[in-house]
């Protein structure tokens, strides 16, 4: 299963952005997820999306401004980002897994697949 990411960019504090991404090859994916990785830190969960009944979940530090979601029909799944600040400023992943397992959303090690990763850059 390969994920493409798209949407990324430079974009000015206080602006928005929308990242999408779509696997390639395999459809039905139970849990979906967006994480990122800014220079010199560790990759770290954003957000997540169950494909059941579209639960979802969000880091504290996105929550209220990111909203993430899928359209099934299409087979993708978007973060739209909002109110961005400098601090987003990262490489954005998305992310699925295979299983429907959603007690385990916030881990890495939770997703089988990964997109090659879009960078987003805030400028204040």
């Known amino acids: 299963v390969q994920l493409q990411a798209s949407g990324g960019g430079l974009v000015q504090a206080g602006g928005f952005l929308r990242l999408s991404c779509a696997p390639n090859g395999r459809y039905g994916l139970p849990v979906m997820g967006w994480f990122r990785q800014a220079p010199g830190k560790e990759r770290e969960f954003v957000a997540a999306?169950?494909?059941?009944?579209?639960?979802?979940d969000y880091s504290g530090s996105v929550k209220g401004r990111f909203t993430i979601s899928r359209d099934n029909a299409k087979n993708t799944m978007y973060l739209q980002m909002n109110s961005v600040e400098p601090e987003d400023t990262a490489v954005y992943y998305c992310s699925a897994s295979g299983r429907s397992d959603w007690t385990e959303r916030v881990r890495r090690t939770n997703y089988a697949y990964w997109g090659q990763g879009t960078k987003v850059t805030v400028s204040s």
């Open positions: 999306i169950r494909r059941r009944d579209s639960s979802s």
